[in-house]
């Protein structure tokens, strides 16, 4: 029993897998992590996915402008007006399973919405928030 407790206390301490990982998440997780990110932060990837910013055209914009707050639905392009599928892996079994399209969106959707790229530690905060929804 004494072993068991001091498993479950080690266990407290161990980061908890994400929820609906796949290889490829797998995969840019840890080429992030050999790029320097030793932290995830969830917590600043929620708040940065509302934190309003001057965009690439001048505009404020948040991830959320296009793609809500609820995962499970789908967004809208601010200008295009184009249906954007869920951010949800739990209801678009598709999302996160390419590493070249989320890196791709990553670089896109990040110059788009604050101006610039985002980093390394952005990413991986990012994209561990956004499997677990």
């Not at 068991?4 to 897998?17: C, D, G, K, N, R």
């Not at 940065?48 to 392009?77: I, L, N, P, R, V």
């Amino acid at each position: 029993m004494k072993y068991l407790y001091a498993l479950m206390i080690l266990a407290s301490f161990v980061e908890a897998p994400a929820a609906m990982a796949s290889p490829a998440s797998d995969t840019l997780l840890a080429k992030y992590k050999a790029e320097g990110v030793s932290k995830i932060d969830v917590a600043k990837a929620k708040a940065d996915w509302t934190k309003e910013a001057k965009g690439e055209d001048g505009e404020m914009m948040s991830c959320s402008t296009c793609h809500g707050t609820d995962f499970s639905k789908a967004g809208k392009h601010h200008k295009t007006h184009k249906v954007i599928e869920p951010m949800s892996p739990k209801v678009n079994a598709e999302r996160f399973t390419d590493e070249k399209k989320i890196e791709k969106w990553f670089k896109r959707n990040c110059k788009d919405t604050w101006g610039r790229e985002c980093t390394t530690q952005e990413k991986a905060d990012f994209l561990t928030f956004l499997l677990a929804q």
